[in-house]
T-cell receptor, first 115, second 113 residues
Framework: QQPVQSPQAVILREGEDAVINCSSSKALYSVHWYRQKHGEAPVFLMILLKGGEQKGHEKISASFNEKKQQSSLYLTASQLSYSGTYFCGTERVWHSGGGADGLTFGKGTHLIIQP | NAGVTQTPKFRILKIGQSMTLQCTQDMNHNYMYWYRQDPGMGLKLIYYSVGAGITDKGEVPNGYNVSRSTTEDFPLRLELAAPSQTSVYFC????????????FGPGTRLTVT
């Protein structure tokens, strides 16, 4: 089942902060975050794993609440280059304990940074 | 490393025609995926593969077929193209299926008229 992202769109001034949320009704093994600029491929930002491990870019921060199956991406002191659409992708817990069949992506959050 | 490459970049098909979208990765990843992205929407998984000779259906497999004869290549076949298959198609690969980032190709923009 597709994770739900909120908000659908955000407009910020350069230097402001934003939080993008992703929630799922399924038990999750991991949450992935990607950013996509118009006409380009998605680019990896971060993975948050069940159990607390995180992998990703140092300048990006995120959290994963395993009890609520929710993740949040924190964008601080936003720059013009942060503009784009942010997608969360979720891996559900498989019978073996890990993810098994690829990512299910949310519909995305459009982020516009104005000078 | 070229990463994940896809050809063609753009294609226009007539209803009922068939075509193959090519995908190649040079990272020696066992796991490969095909997604489609409709305008303003997220990506939906069509098929995935966990290694040469092994493929499985994703969320939206109808109207598509895949094969995986080598680690590097994962072509997607469209049979009897329909307007509903107008979309941007992304191929991706990863080192493993659980907890590893996916590397995406540049995409193929397909229009069926």
């Amino acid at each position: 089942q597709q994770p739900v992202q909120s908000p659908q769109a955000v407009i910020l001034r350069e230097g402001e902060d934003a939080v993008i949320n992703c929630s799922s009704s399924k038990a999750l093994y991991s949450v992935h975050w990607y950013r996509q600029k118009h006409g380009e491929a998605p680019v990896f930002l971060m993975i948050l794993l069940k159990g607390g491990e995180q992998k990703g870019h140092e300048k990006i921060s995120a959290s994963f609440n395993e009890k609520k199956q929710q993740s949040s991406l924190y964008l601080t002191a936003s720059q013009l280059s942060y503009s784009g659409t942010y997608f969360c992708g979720t891996e559900r817990v498989w019978h073996s304990g890990g993810g098994a069949d690829g990512l299910t992506f949310g519909k995305g959050t459009h982020l516009i940074i104005q000078p | 490393n070229a990463g994940v490459t896809q050809t063609p970049k753009f294609r226009i098909l007539k209803i009922g025609q068939s075509m193959t979208l090519q995908c190649t990765q040079d990272m020696n990843h066992n796991y490969m995926y095909w997604y489609r992205q409709d305008p303003g929407m997220g990506l939906k998984l069509i098929y995935y593969s966990v290694g040469a000779g092994i493929t499985d259906k994703g969320e939206v497999p109808n109207g598509y077929n895949v094969s995986r004869s080598t680690t590097e290549d994962f072509p997607l076949r469209l049979e009897l193209a329909a307007p509903s298959q107008t979309s941007v198609y992304f191929c991706a690969s990863s080192y493993s299926v659980s907890g590893y980032e996916q590397y995406f190709g540049p995409g193929t923009r397909l229009t069926v008229t």
